[in-house]
């Protein structure tokens, strides 16, 4: 196992009431319990403002849990300090969804990728850095020419490889791809979509891929957990999960793709009603507000994590009951 997380949270307080008195507290995280194996693709999807980018931060303690733990490679790295995260970075790395937002302007993508080397590898020559950078530029399919460029100079496609570039570079073992690809046209996406498996199995990375498109997600991962308010609420193994989906929200989500939905030729379930607002949770399942097979216990009980099989996890009163029957 890679990376263990254990009962993760992440709580914000905010100022409420007419004089901004009082606290209110959002919980972006709310008790994420998942482990990652060697080499695996995990994916996270989940509506926006479900928590996903939250989960990927707090995993790199660039933000810093409420509540909770995390393993990496065995070591529990919860409380580790900012020294230590700089090292354990290394082997940690993050590409975020915007390739433009997450590269220096004013940078050519030769300090761009040099960056990285500076802060990790301080032993290394000049000569040695540029043989790096030139190296990993071939290993995301550019050529050396462009590390004399700016960010401005590249296509959105070519940026996104920089910035892949520049999180292999110190060579991690562990790597979070944000919604790497929605910024980009379909035929680039499928590109990098490509590039990253190619990577994957040459370089034996492990990803924790976040993304709100199921068909991307279907494409690239094992296994695939589902976030609703904080909260997973299934896991699986990507084609259980999309052959046999458990959780009726999962259901919904699923029903909404249509190439999907052309196989299993199965009715589109239109959900009521928004994701209601973190600030202001539903008690008991976080789902019951927009649940069509909601009964009365899902507005006053969390439900608990139920096994359906061994790959297989769901979050939702309808199998708790099946279990004890
Ligand atoms: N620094 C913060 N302070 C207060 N609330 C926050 C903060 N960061 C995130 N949140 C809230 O936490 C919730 C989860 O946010 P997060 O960015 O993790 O969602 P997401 O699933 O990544 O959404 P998207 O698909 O839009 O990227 C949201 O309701 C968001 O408003
Ligand atoms: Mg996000």
Redesign the pocket.
Known sequence: MLLQIKDLK?H?T?KKGILGSQKGL????DGVTLSIEQGETFSVV????????????TILKL?EPTDGTIIFDGEDITHADEKKMRQLRTNMQIVF?DPYGSLDPKWTIQRSLEEPLRTHMKSLSQQEMKQRVEHVLSVVGLNPEHAKRFPHELSGGQRQRVVIARALISEPRFIVL??PVSALDVSIQAQILNLLKQLQKQLSLTYLF?S?DLSVVRYISDRVGV?YL?KMIEIAKTEELFQDPKHPYTKALLSAIPEINANNRKERIVLSGEIP???NPPAGCPFHTRCPLRKPECSKVVPEWTSISENHQVACHLFNQQKGE
């Open positions: 992440k914000y905010y959002i919980k972006s995280l989940g509506e926006s403002g479900s928590g996903k980018t939250t989960l990927s931060k933000i969804q944000d919604e976040v709100h976030m904080g607002s973190p600030r």
